[in-house]
């Protein structure tokens, strides 16, 4: 009977020859008869090594076979074989080791320059396979209808800039509206700067060479002139906001005062109008933008515009243009920013210093917040369709750019139960002209380029990288309890701003609504509560998962400083961590640990003499953090610091502190590797594969005491990518195998990693060397780069080869671009900066090595750079290596061209 794993075709390019194969209406079977010679078949006899056409295959999937046709037009049986393998058609065999350890899976070769001869079945196993999918990626289908995504939103972008580039007019300002010189210039200009166009580029240095010829007198036009001075942050504009401020001050409308029918609003020009939400709102912008900056705005104009915020809010939540008026969207978005940028610059809302001490707790609440009042207003009437409740056209983009002002302000990412941002992109990139790249005008009000600068404020702003959420949780009586301090994360978020030099942005997850995704949004996830915590299965469930693709939590516990104490939060937050982290301990970090020192050194003394910060060990790295005393409370007094307030210095120590730790977590956590809003999240998706069916690859990850636990989960995470990406059948053992003969029965690819050093006993190394006589691989990967293990393994594997055995694989091996594989000549090698806090990269082949005798290769490969760390979590950013996706193209290549060898 004929052989099919005899057939072994000289392949050069596997594309061209599968389309050939699909052509002629063939596919290998699953499982064919062993005969040691393909001369003289005849035609019924190769029809054994295929499916017939339609046949359906172990899983009860359809597959392609061999048509009658297709084997009349090949001829004799034995040139069919040949024309078979000159298409690159290698039929699949029984593989000569199986998953049941059959007698003949061992023990068949002992000369070391045929030991991988032996195995000419494995590499008809994965030929077709590896055609497969050369033929998936090069002829991939787009979806009909693809979701907006950071790259759509970016080329509008680009389309909107290029536009306002070419009205820029030749004194380097646009068209002005009537009575706001420089205003319509301040806009345009301020659009182009959130979009990422350099201070530096010749369009901004004309425009801001035209602006600084102004010194406006029009609330509209001295906040927009003020908003850009701020985001350009030249220091020589300094003294030019500084006049800004002081005109926008002694505008604003005073109690008893004249107009007195507005006090805390502004008008539109000096000495004309009572007043309007619309002016005081750009007027509120421009002071916090400018306080931001470090200029002194005095707190009663931010009490002011609060009260005058509040008096205006109707019994609904909503605000409105006319006081009598009904609400509408823009003028509801237009309260909510304003209330939250006044109130952030007060920072006396919820924990206050006093005397030398911080008191976190025990202040006055009012029992309706005009913020949570106006998000659940604009939930109830959300469309990015128009402006909600109002018949006025032509205030539709000056609603988007207010939106998009609620939504980064608030930290939600939902509002009600629309995703704000998504919706409003997909709305607005829609619009945009598809020749000029203009967004059209809406009237009078909203001429293109206003049209054009609000849509692009709305898609760049709106788009800042989140760095950290906080979680809603509890019962509705209890809300509160999931943020004490509303305003501490927005403070700390504007501190990493500023010593990062970027523009980012926070959310808030509700756990009763929150999915999956919602969570991969961001890299830090902020636990705070005083009662324990009570969430569902399934929300346990997703927080597990987060972990698991490289999300941190951070629990603080709202207790000390006049709140209560820790213990019942603290006794759930160890019960959950559990739940969360197979084997969880809760431990005092280190003193080396970077949440100490990564952005700014921190003496953990400075909140308490016995305050310390704890941590659960997970996917190498610290995954879980606890604080038993409130940092949020310290963090929303930041802007105390900043602006340099005369406070106790023992305070100042401890806001200090808390912010620094706050910084540390979030660098150490990113590395200052951010997502953009839209950009899709890399997913390891755990999917079970098949284990002990006869023909499927199996690996195993080898039980070495070497502190490989914490990375448990790399090798089948490998095997799920792998079989993912390149359709080769692999398996991988739920659990490490034991360093015996009966266990590596059946073993294809041995995995072994470690942190530590190891020794292995002669008999074990005898061991080693039959499973690598026998064809076995050896796949050594050093977790984190740990040099102690790296020496252990070489070590052990010259015990066993000889010395000098390992050596580095040249760039350009084989191993390096593996036909039906990846190209390995361009991966990301990642390495942290000795104190954690970012990465610095370099595009490089990868460092491995192999084992060679006499010239030949052996099964062993090699990485001191980790592998291991990247392969159990996406987030291994702290470990000198690769990507999950890097490192999963190097396991694969490497398991492709052993198997084939």
Same mark, same amino acid.
């Given at each position: 009977?004929?052989?099919?794993?005899?057939?072994?075709?000289?392949?050069?390019?596997?594309?061209?020859?599968?389309?050939?194969?699909?052509?002629?209406?063939?596919?290998?079977?699953?499982?064919?008869?062993?005969?040691?010679?393909?001369?003289?078949?005849?035609?019924?006899?190769?029809?054994?090594?295929?499916?017939?056409?339609?046949?359906?295959?172990?899983?009860?999937?359809k597959?392609?076979?061999?048509?009658?046709?297709?084997?009349?037009?090949?001829?004799?049986?034995?040139?069919?074989?040949?024309?078979?393998?000159?298409?690159?058609?290698?039929?699949?065999?029984?593989?000569?080791?199986?998953?049941?350890?059959?007698?003949?899976?061992?023990?068949?070769?002992?000369?070391?320059?045929?030991?991988?001869?032996?195995?000419?079945?494995?590499?008809?196993?994965?030929?077709?396979?590896?055609?497969?999918?050369?033929?998936?990626?090069?002829?991939?289908?787009?979806?009909?209808?693809?979701?907006?995504?950071?790259?759509?939103?970016?080329?509008?972008?680009?389309?909107g800039?290029?536009?306002?580039?070419?009205?820029?007019?030749?004194?380097g300002?646009?068209?002005e509206?009537?009575?706001?010189?420089?205003?319509?210039? !301040? $806009?345009? +200009? @301020?659009?182009?700067?959130?979009? /990422?166009?350099?201070? #530096?580029?010749?369009? %901004?240095? &004309?425009?801001?060479?035209?602006?600084?010829?102004?010194?406006?007198?029009?609330?509209?036009?001295? !906040? $927009?002139? +003020? @908003?850009?001075?701020?985001?350009? /942050?030249?220091?020589? #504009?300094?003294?030019r %906001?500084? &006049?800004?401020v002081?005109?926008?001050?002694?505008?604003?409308?005073?109690?008893?005062?004249?107009?007195?029918?507005?006090?805390?609003?502004?008008?539109?020009?000096?000495?004309?109008?009572?007043?309007?939400?619309?002016?005081?709102?750009?007027?509120?912008l421009?002071?916090?933008?400018?306080?931001?900056?470090?200029?002194?705005?005095?707190p009663?104009?931010?009490?002011?515009?609060?009260?005058?915020?509040?008096?205006?809010?109707?019994?609904?939540g909503?605000?409105?243009?006319?006081?009598?008026?009904?609400?509408?969207?823009?003028?509801?978005?237009?309260?909510?920013?304003?209330?939250?940028?006044?109130?952030?610059?007060?920072?006396?809302?919820?924990?206050?210093?006093?005397g030398?001490?911080?008191?976190?707790?025990?202040?006055?609440?009012?029992?309706k917040?005009?913020?949570?009042?106006?998000?659940?207003?604009l939930?109830?009437?959300?469309?990015v369709?128009?402006?909600?409740?109002?018949?006025?056209?032509?205030?539709?983009?000056?609603?988007?750019?207010?939106?998009?002002?609620?939504?980064?302000?608030?930290?939600?990412?939902?509002?009600?139960?629309?995703?704000?941002?998504?919706?409003?992109?997909?709305?607005?990139?829609?619009?945009?002209?598809?020749?000029?790249?203009?967004?059209?005008?809406?009237?009078?009000?909203?001429?293109?380029?206003?049209?054009?600068?609000?849509?692009?404020?709305?898609?760049?702003?709106?788009?800042?990288?989140?760095?950290?959420?906080?979680?809603?949780?509890?019962?509705d009586?209890?809300?509160?309890?999931?943020?004490?301090?509303?305003?501490?994360?927005?403070?700390?978020?504007?501190?990493?701003?500023?010593?990062?030099?970027?523009?980012?942005?926070?959310?808030?997850?509700?756990?009763k609504?929150?999915?999956?995704?919602?969570?991969?949004?961001?890299p830090?996830l902020?636990?705070?509560?005083?009662?324990?915590?009570?969430?569902?299965?399934?929300?346990?469930?997703?927080?597990?998962?987060?972990?698991?693709?490289?999300?941190?939590?951070?629990?603080?516990?709202?207790?000390?400083?006049?709140?209560?104490?820790?213990?019942?939060?603290?006794?759930?937050v160890?019960?959950?961590?559990?739940?969360?982290?197979?084997?969880?301990?809760?431990?005092?970090?280190?003193?080396?640990?970077?949440?100490?020192?990564?952005?700014?050194?921190?003496?953990?003394?400075?909140?308490?003499?016995?305050?310390?910060?704890?941590?659960?060990?997970?996917?190498?790295?610290?995954?879980?953090?606890?604080?038993?005393?409130?940092?949020?409370?310290?963090?929303?007094?930041?802007?105390?610091?900043?602006?340099?307030?005369?406070?106790?210095?023992?305070?100042?120590?401890?806001?200090?502190?808390?912010?620094?730790?706050?910084?540390?977590?979030?660098?150490?956590?990113?590395?200052?590797?951010?997502?953009?809003?839209?950009?899709?999240?890399?997913?390891?998706?755990?999917s079970?594969?098949?284990?002990?069916?006869?023909?499927?690859?199996?690996?195993?990850?080898?039980?070495?005491?070497?502190?490989?636990?914490?990375?448990?989960?790399?090798?089948?995470?490998?095997?799920?990518?792998?079989?993912a990406?390149?359709?080769?059948?692999?398996s991988?053992?739920?659990?490490?195998?034991?360093?015996?003969?009966?266990?590596?029965?059946?073993?294809?690819?041995?995995?072994?990693?470690?942190?530590?050093?190891?020794?292995?006993?002669?008999?074990?190394?005898?061991?080693?060397?039959?499973?690598?006589?026998?064809?076995?691989?050896?796949?050594?990967?050093?977790?984190?780069?740990?040099?102690?293990?790296a020496?252990?393994?070489?070590?052990?594997?010259?015990?066993?080869?000889?010395?000098?055995?390992?050596?580095?694989?040249?760039?350009?091996h084989?191993?390096?671009?593996?036909?039906?594989?990846?190209?390995?000549?361009?991966?990301?090698?990642?390495?942290?900066?000795?104190?954690?806090?970012?990465?610095?990269?370099?595009?490089?082949?990868?460092?491995?090595?192999?084992?060679?005798?006499?010239?030949?290769?052996?099964?062993?490969?090699f990485?001191?750079?980790?592998?291991?760390?990247?392969?159990?979590?996406?987030?291994?950013i702290?470990?000198p290596?690769?990507?999950?996706?890097?490192?999963?193209?190097?396991?694969?290549?490497?398991?492709?061209?052993?198997?084939?060898?």
């Open positions: 009977m004929i052989t099919c794993r005899r057939i072994d075709g000289a392949v050069t390019s596997l594309a061209t020859k599968w389309r050939q194969h699909l052509a002629w209406g063939v596919s290998p079977r699953t499982e064919t008869n062993p005969d040691p010679s393909p001369e003289g078949a005849t035609q019924s006899q190769v029809l054994q090594c295929y499916r017939p056409l339609g046949a359906n295959d172990a899983n009860g999937s597959v392609l076979g061999l048509t009658p046709q297709a084997v009349k037009s090949f001829g004799p049986a034995k040139h069919v074989l040949v024309r078979l393998a000159a298409l690159g058609i290698a039929p699949r065999v029984r593989g000569q080791r199986d998953a049941r350890g059959d007698a003949h899976s061992v023990k068949q070769f002992r000369n070391p320059s045929r030991r991988w001869l032996t195995h000419q079945a494995k590499r008809c196993r994965i030929f077709g396979a590896v055609a497969l999918f050369l033929l998936a990626f090069a002829f991939s289908p787009n979806p009909a209808h693809a979701d907006i995504d950071a790259a759509s939103v970016q080329r509008s972008i680009d389309r800039v290029a536009y306002l580039r070419k009205m820029q007019n030749d004194v300002g646009w068209e509206f009537n009575g706001q010189p420089c205003g319509m210039s !301040a $806009l345009c +200009t @301020l659009a182009m700067l959130n979009c /990422g166009v350099s201070k #530096d580029d010749q369009d %901004i240095v &004309r425009a801001m060479r035209y602006l600084r010829t102004f010194e406006p007198d029009q609330t509209y036009s001295v !906040a $927009l002139q +003020t @908003l850009v001075y701020c985001q350009l /942050g030249a220091a020589g #504009d300094l003294p %906001i500084r &006049r800004n002081q005109w926008l001050v002694e505008e604003q409308i005073d109690a008893g005062g004249r107009f007195n029918t507005n006090p805390g609003g502004w008008t539109y020009n000096r000495g004309q109008g009572s007043g309007d939400p619309s002016n005081s709102q750009f007027a509120v421009a002071l916090g933008a400018a306080a931001d900056r470090g200029i002194e705005v005095e009663e104009t931010f009490q002011r515009a609060i009260a005058y915020w509040t008096d205006r809010q109707k019994g609904s909503g605000w409105s243009y006319q006081k009598r008026g009904d609400p509408t969207g823009s003028m509801t978005c237009a309260g909510i920013a304003s209330v939250i940028i006044a109130r952030g610059r007060l920072s006396d809302s919820s924990s206050k210093v006093v030398d001490n911080i008191q976190c707790c025990g202040g006055e609440q009012s029992e917040d005009p913020v949570e009042e106006g998000l659940n207003w939930a109830r009437n959300f469309t369709q128009g402006n909600p409740s109002s018949d006025n056209k032509m205030t539709y983009f000056y609603y988007l750019y207010a939106l998009e002002r609620v939504g980064r302000l608030s930290g939600r990412r939902f509002i009600g139960n629309h995703d704000w941002y998504r919706e409003g992109a997909e709305r607005i990139v829609a619009l945009q002209d598809d020749f000029q790249g203009f967004w059209p005008s809406t009237g009078p009000l909203e001429p293109v380029n206003v049209t054009t600068s609000f849509s692009l404020l709305f898609l760049s702003k709106g788009k800042r990288q989140v760095v950290a959420a906080r979680l809603q949780h509890g019962k009586d209890a809300k509160s309890d999931w943020q004490q301090h509303p305003d501490g994360l927005r403070q700390l978020v504007r501190q990493v701003e500023r010593d990062w030099r970027r523009d980012l942005t926070f959310q808030t997850i509700d756990s609504t929150a999915k999956f995704a919602d969570l991969l949004q961001t830090v902020i636990i705070s509560g005083s009662r324990p915590l009570e969430f569902t299965d399934d929300f346990v469930e997703q927080l597990r998962s987060y972990i698991d693709q490289g999300g941190t939590i951070f629990f603080e516990s709202d207790s000390g400083d006049g709140c209560g104490p820790a213990g019942p939060f603290a006794r759930s160890q019960k959950l961590s559990q739940r969360l982290v197979d084997d969880a301990v809760m431990e005092k970090l280190p003193p080396d640990h970077p949440v100490w020192f990564a952005e700014r050194k921190v003496a953990p003394a400075a909140i308490d003499k016995d305050f310390w910060m704890y941590g659960v060990q997970a996917c190498c790295r610290t995954s879980i953090f606890f604080s038993p005393r409130s940092l949020s409370c310290r963090w929303e007094l930041a802007d105390l610091v900043f602006r340099r307030q005369p406070i106790a210095e023992p305070a100042k120590e401890q806001i200090k502190a808390a912010v620094g730790i706050g910084e540390n977590m979030i660098a150490y956590a990113t590395g200052r590797e951010l997502k953009d809003k839209l950009e899709s999240r890399f997913v390891i998706e755990g079970e594969l098949p284990e002990g069916r006869r023909g499927v690859n199996q690996l195993a990850t080898l039980a070495v005491d070497a502190g490989g636990q914490e990375a448990r989960r790399a090798l089948r995470n490998a095997a799920t990518l792998i079989a990406r390149v359709p080769v059948d692999v991988a053992a739920a659990a490490p195998v034991k360093l015996a003969r009966e266990e590596l029965i059946g073993v294809d690819v041995l995995w072994v990693h470690g942190r530590t050093e190891f020794q292995w006993t002669r008999s074990e190394r005898e061991l080693i060397a039959e499973y690598l006589d026998d064809g076995g691989v050896i796949l050594g990967s050093a977790i984190c780069g740990e040099d102690a293990f020496k252990s393994f070489r070590r052990e594997i010259e015990f066993i080869l000889g010395d000098g055995s390992l050596k580095p694989v040249p760039p350009d084989a191993v390096m671009n593996v036909p039906g594989s990846f190209d390995l000549t361009g991966v990301t090698i990642r390495t942290p900066s000795p104190r954690g806090e970012s990465v610095s990269k370099r595009i490089a082949v990868p460092q491995l090595e192999m084992a060679q005798t006499d010239g030949e290769v052996i099964g062993v490969f990485s001191p750079l980790d592998l291991s760390c990247a392969l159990e979590s996406p987030n291994s702290q470990c290596g690769y990507s999950t996706e890097d490192a999963a193209k190097i396991v694969a290549n490497l398991v492709v061209f052993s198997l084939q060898q």
